[in-house]
Each structure stands twice: as C-alpha cells, then as structure tokens.
C-alpha cells in the first residue's frame, strides 16, 4: 500500500502543483487577464478527462500486464519533454486568438507530462483493487482518490507560502521537472511491484466480486451534471475573486483548494458530508451569493462570503456523488464522468461564455444548475407536498436570478465581453456636472466624462489637473511639439493634455476599449493632437518598436483594479527607459485599493538608476473631478535636484529594507498587501 500512495501523492502534487507555475509564466504574454487562469483550468481538466479516459480505455480492453508496459512506455517518452518551460515564441502570436493561444502554449509546454499525471490517480486504484492487498481486505481504493486530493490541496496552498516568494519561475518549472522523473521512477517501481504480485499471486477477483449492473445512462448524466455544476461554481467565483480584486496565484489557489478539499472530506469517509447539515447551509450560501451578486462587498467579506459558500456548494455536489458511487468495478467509469462533467463545466467558463455572452451570466446559470439537480436528487423519496413547495422555491430562485442577470446590461449604454474583460459604460446624472459618462471594468471605473459642453474638455478621475501625471505633463516643454507615449487608453481622457502638433501614441491590448472610447466619448475626437493606437501588449509592443523619443511616457494599464505584474519588473521599466528622450519622465500609475506598490516602484527605480517620486492626490469629497490617485514618475538623479515648481512636492520612495525586487521570473504579492 505504501508504494501505491507514495506514487499517488506524488503525482497528484505535481499534478497540481504545476498549475500556477506555468499560469505564471505565461500570464504576461496575454495582458495579465484574470482569464488566463480559467483558459488554463480548462485545459487541465480537457487534460483529466483525456487522462480518465485512457485509463479506462485501458482497464476495460488490457490485461494488467499490458496497461503496465503500455503504460510504462508512455512515461519513459514523457521524459524527452523535460523541462518545463514555455516558449517565448507565443509571445508573438499570443495576442491574435488568446484564448486558443493559451490553449496552445499549454499544450506545448506541459501536455504531455500533465496528461501522464492525470492518469495515475484512478491507475493506481484500478492496480490496486486487483492487487493481493485488496483481495485480503486492504484499504478501500477511493481512499486513494481522497489521499490524491489532499496532495493537490497541498501543492496549491504551498504555492504561494512557499514557493513563489523565494523561487524564481524558471527555478521553479526545473524543480517541478525534476520532481516529475521522480515520480516516474515510484510509478515504474510500483508497475514492476504489482507485476510480480499479478504472477505470483493471480488476482483473486475479489474487487469484482458484487460489481452489480453496470451504471445507467440517467445516473451517469447526473454524475456529469453533479460534477459540472461543482466546476462552473469553481470558475465563475474564482473569475469574480479575481477581477475585482486582482488576478494573484493566492486568489487562484485558495477557490480551488476550497474545491479540492470537498473532494478530500466527501471521498474519504461519507460521514464528514452531513447531510442535513449542508443542505440546511446551502440555501443560505445562495443568500450570500445574491448579495455579493447584487450589492458587493468589502474585500475582506468578499473573499470570505465567496470562499464559504463555494465549499457548501462543492460540499453538496461532491457529497451526492459520493452517495451515488459505483462498485469498486466501474471506477473508472465514474471517474470519467466525473471528469467529463469537470470539462464541460470548464469549457463553459473559460471558452464558450466569453464567446457568447456579455456578461458573467455563468454564475446565476450555476448556481440555478445546483438547485435544481438538488431537486433531482432529492426527488424520489419526497412526498408529493413537498415536491410542489421545492418546486415552486426552484421557479422562484430561478426568477430572481434572471433578474439579476439582467440588472448586469439594464440600465447601461453599452455592454462587451471578451477574453480580457467585461466593459460597460454607465451614464448618470452628478448635481453640479449634469451628465456624467464612465466606462467600467467590472465594478472598477476605468474612466469618465462630464458630458455638458462646459466640461467636456476637462480631465477628470485620476487624470485631474492636480494629479501626478497631469503635473508632469505640464512641465514639460510647451515651445515644441511633444511626442507622448500612454500603455492603457480607457475612455482616452489624457488625450486632453496633448495640443496640436503633439504626437501621443496610445498602447491597448483589448480592442473593445478603444471601440468603447471612439464611439461613446469624445476625448479623442476633440484632442487637436495627433492620435496613433496601437492594439497589443503595451510592454511587448514597445520591446519590439524602434525607440520612441518620448518626451513622457505613462503607465496606465489596469486589469480590473489591478496592474499586470509583467508590467512592473525591472526588466519592464528598462523596455520604457529605452523610449524615453534624455530628459524624458516614466510615469507609472499604481492607484490600488488593496496593494502598496510604492516599494516595487522604488526597487525599479533603484536597479535602473532612477529616483521614484511618488504624487498621491486624496482630492475633498466635494471635488468635482479629482478622484484618489497615487502617480510615480522616474526620473534622473540630476532631474531629481532640479525638480520644476509643479513637482516639487514628490515624495522620494526610499528601497524597503528587505524587499526583493520585481522581477519577470519572480514577483510576490503577499509582500505588498495592504
């Protein structure tokens, strides 16, 4: 036994454990969309169902000899594509299909050795079932499924605690590859053991002995459905957690180890699924989603009230399938609905809904779909008064879900969806501006314009006239033409700085931002400057450009509330440094409710031989136009000494004692919370 689990923990370890490390990898490569995580979990679970797949290809058509050397075979030429590492390559094409070419580096960087892993779970409890362990009553195989769960949980907690605040990526995907031929080596070792005991000792065929009428179609539906429900949950709320609060491996980790501790609790022993105890819970789960859904929340409840309610609703939906499990005989049957269910699910999230929707309809669909599969379950043994009332309590759930999904369009001008977002402008009515238009990202404002003719040319939000960027830009030269440079357009309001003969070059990687701001806001029209935009990566596009000569060049690109991390490292700031006249200024935006980037900022400067200065406006609450921002500007040391009167009261950012500097193969976000 100890054999089997030593290779089953190592595998589902590695298993999970490689998620984050090749998310983080790539993640700069695509904006830092909080969608690279949910592209990526669709293909790991596309990957488990192949795997599912393939071992019960091999359990119901080969001898145990034959899946053993078939099987053999597989990880020894999974060796050849060691190490871990994604291609730069993507880089280039990335941005034309993001979500295939997420699907595609994966594929080319980890396909193969993931694949192998995903298989080792339900392999080794088939093996192990027909083992002489089993046949003299040894431990229950789905006591491995629930050993394999408590590893993946603990790679994924370990991930951001110990492992991403003191490896670099690249030290990280070589660590995991050499743990992968590790893995190899106990699996090679455990075939060749349950070999010798298959010629030894002939399978007793006590796992078979009751294996009862194999599972109906309706059961294996509802295995799926049960499964996909748990998946779409899994997703949608991992989705929300990360765009309003920032896309981090912590906030990618914490749903899904949520996720795989249900699992742990429901398949190691059905008593820690209680019954009456969740279902009880689960009504008031869907409580405090309406409320997240409907109203928001602080961060802090936010993550608490989502995180709670997902493990009742994981809790309900893995606890019913194990409930519902198969004879010992078709596990691998069930395990592959299991993960068909996982996939389906998955595709929904990550592929379909931002093809087809415009916006995050996949959350109410979700949670409509527990409810009602609860109702199926629960179905046969009620009586027929309490069908009618749990019936009408599903029809009166499902209506208010389509009310809250069309509260997420009504009321605004324009609703967009795609791989990088959901946008949507909203007007109202402010009581001294009239009109007031803002573009939205999420709930984060990302831009806005008061639409009266007497204020429609004045900057507003964090481009106000007494913020740090609008400070900077009038102190540059006003006796010649100034060429400026913007990575993040939102609504375009810093076109208003730009005065004919200028030239600002404006770098957007999502095209329905710039459709959004030529069609429902009239900075751009009304700058008399020249208007060059260029869709793309702001940082990629810049490393592949001729340098720009820029007098000024802003930072400005958000993901919700969040800056992309790739666009702050070191290496990053040197790719803007390199555009930049003699005397021009780096400003970089870090306005953020739940992060002080200030010393990332100042251990830039440092590494590239710049003082950061730091402008934080907090305007009166009666400010017509000014909201809180927080600007860094990079300049000289000698600029620095002779500061013009407008940017005098910079406060320098000193290097925090400690801290380790941003790099592209290494940054941590726990060092910088709030």
Same mark, same amino acid.
């Given at each position: 036994m100890m054999l089997f689990a030593t290779t089953v923990f190592l595998s589902a370890f590695l298993l999970f454990q490689i998620q984050p490390i090749v998310a983080k990898m790539i993640l700069p490569w695509f904006g830092g969309a909080s969608s690279v995580w949910s592209i990526c979990l669709v293909f790991f679970q596309a990957e488990l169902l192949l795997g599912y797949a393939y071992v019960h290809w091999l359990h119901e058509r080969l001898a145990p000899q034959r899946q053993m050397l078939v099987h053999g075979a597989l990880l020894l030429l999974s060796l050849a594509t060691l190490p871990v590492v994604a291609n730069p390559a993507w880089k280039d094409v990335a941005q034309a299909h993001p979500s295939l070419s997420v699907l595609a580096v994966l594929a080319t960087t980890v396909g193969a050795p993931y694949l192998l892993l995903s298989t080792t779970g339900p392999l080794m *409890?088939?093996?192990?079932?027909?083992? $002489?362990?089993? $046949?003299?009553?040894?431990?229950?195989?789905?006591?491995?499924?629930?050993?394999? !769960?408590?590893?993946?949980?603990? $790679? %994924?907690?370990? @991930?951001?605690?110990?492992?991403?605040?003191?490896?670099?990526?690249?030290? *990280?995907? /070589?660590?995991?590859?050499?743990?992968?031929?590790?893995?190899?080596?106990?699996?090679?070792?455990? +075939?060749?053991?349950?070999?010798?005991?298959?010629?030894?000792?002939?399978?007793? =065929?006590?796992?078979?002995?009751?294996?009862?009428?194999?599972? =109906?179609?309706?059961?294996? %539906? /509802?295995?799926?459905?049960?499964?996909?429900?748990?998946?779409?949950?899994?997703?949608?709320?991992?989705?929300?957690?990360?765009?309003?609060? +920032?896309?981090?491996? &912590?906030?990618?980790?914490?749903? /899904?180890?949520?996720?795989?501790?249900? &699992?742990?609790?429901?398949?190691?022993?059905?008593? @820690?699924?209680?019954?009456?105890? &969740?279902?009880?819970?689960?009504?008031?789960?869907?409580?405090? #989603?309406?409320?997240?859904? !409907?109203?928001?929340?602080?961060?802090?409840?936010?993550?608490?009230?989502?995180?709670?309610?997902?493990?009742? &609703?994981?809790?309900?939906?893995?606890?019913?399938?194990?409930?519902?499990?198969?004879?010992?005989?078709?596990?691998? #049957?069930?395990?592959?609905? %299991?993960?068909?269910?996982? +996939?389906?699910?998955?595709? #929904?999230?990550?592929?379909?809904?931002?093809?087809?929707?415009?916006? @995050? @309809?996949?959350?109410?669909?979700?949670?409509?779909?527990?409810?009602?599969?609860?109702?199926?379950? /629960?179905?046969?043994?009620? *009586?027929?008064?309490?069908?009618?009332?749990?019936?009408?309590?599903?029809? +009166?759930? =499902?209506?208010?879900?389509?009310?809250?999904?069309?509260?997420?369009?009504?009321?605004?001008? $324009?609703?967009?969806?795609?791989?990088?977002?959901?946008?949507?402008?909203?007007?109202?009515?402010?009581?001294?501006?009239?009109?007031?238009?803002a573009m939205l990202h999420g709930r984060i404002n990302h831009g806005e314009q008061a639409l009266a003719p007497a204020h429609r040319r004045q900057p507003t939000a964090y481009y106000c006239e007494r913020s740090g960027i609008a400070r900077a830009l009038r102190s540059l030269p006003q006796d010649r033409p100034l060429k400026l440079g913007v990575v993040g357009l939102g609504t375009g309001t810093l076109s208003v700085y730009a005065r004919a003969g200028d030239e600002m070059r404006v770098y957007e990687i999502n095209d329905q931002v710039l459709a959004l701001a030529r069609r429902e806001f009239s900075y751009l029209a009304d700058s008399p400057a020249r208007i060059v935009p260029l869709l793309g990566d702001g940082r990629l596009v810049l490393e592949r450009e001729a340098p720009q000569g820029f007098d000024l060049l802003a930072m400005d690109a958000f993901s919700g509330d969040s800056i992309p991390t790739h666009l702050l490292t070191i290496e990053a700031v040197r790719a803007y440094l390199r555009h930049l006249r003699p005397d021009g200024l780096l400003a970089v935006h870090i306005t953020n409710r739940y992060l002080d980037l200030q010393p990332v900022m100042a251990s830039a400067a440092a590494a590239t031989g710049k003082v950061a200065l730091a402008y934080d406006l907090d305007p009166a609450d009666d400010d017509l136009y000014c909201r809180h921002s927080v600007w860094v500007l990079f300049v000289s040391p000698q600029q620095a000494a002779r500061l013009p009167a407008g940017l005098a009261d910079g406060a320098v950012l000193a290097v925090k004692p400690g801290f380790k500097p941003w790099t592209d193969t290494f940054s941590n976000l726990l060092t910088i919370l709030k």
């Open positions: *409890q088939a093996w192990y079932a027909r083992s $002489a362990a089993m $046949a003299s009553g040894g431990v229950q195989p789905y006591r491995l499924y629930a050993l394999s !769960n408590l590893a993946s949980m603990l $790679a %994924l907690l370990s @991930y951001p605690v110990l492992v991403e605040p003191f490896m670099a990526v690249a030290d *990280q995907g /070589l660590g995991w590859s050499a743990g992968y031929a590790v893995f190899v080596l106990s699996c090679l070792g455990t +075939a060749a053991m349950t070999w010798r005991r298959g010629r030894t000792q002939p399978d007793s =065929g006590s796992a078979d002995t009751d294996p009862g009428p194999p599972p =109906g179609w309706r059961e294996c %539906l /509802l295995w799926v459905g049960l499964a996909a429900t748990a998946s779409v949950l899994l997703l949608s709320i991992t989705r929300h957690l990360t765009q309003d609060v +920032a896309p981090v491996p &912590f906030l990618w980790v914490l749903p /899904l180890s949520i996720y795989l501790l249900s &699992f742990i609790l429901c398949f190691d022993a059905p008593r @820690y699924y209680v019954r009456p105890l &969740f279902l009880t819970a689960l009504p008031l789960a869907f409580l405090a #989603l309406d409320h997240v859904m !409907n109203s928001g929340a602080d961060v802090p409840v936010l993550i608490t009230l989502l995180c709670v309610s997902l493990f009742v &609703f994981c809790m309900v939906c893995h606890g019913e399938l194990v409930r519902r499990k198969p004879p010992v005989r078709h596990l691998t #049957l069930f395990y592959l609905m %299991l993960s068909v269910g996982g +996939a389906m699910g998955g595709m #929904l999230v990550g592929l379909v809904a931002p093809a087809l929707f415009n916006a @995050y @309809y996949e959350l109410p669909l979700g949670l409509f779909a527990c409810a009602a599969l609860l109702l199926v379950v /629960l179905w046969s043994p009620l *009586q027929r008064h309490w069908r009618v009332l749990l019936l009408i309590a599903l029809l +009166a759930y =499902g209506a208010r879900l389509v009310e809250i999904s069309l509260s997420y369009v009504q009321g605004y001008r $324009a609703v967009m969806r795609n791989f990088y977002s959901q946008l949507r402008v909203e007007d109202s009515v402010d009581e001294k501006l009239g009109p007031v238009r």
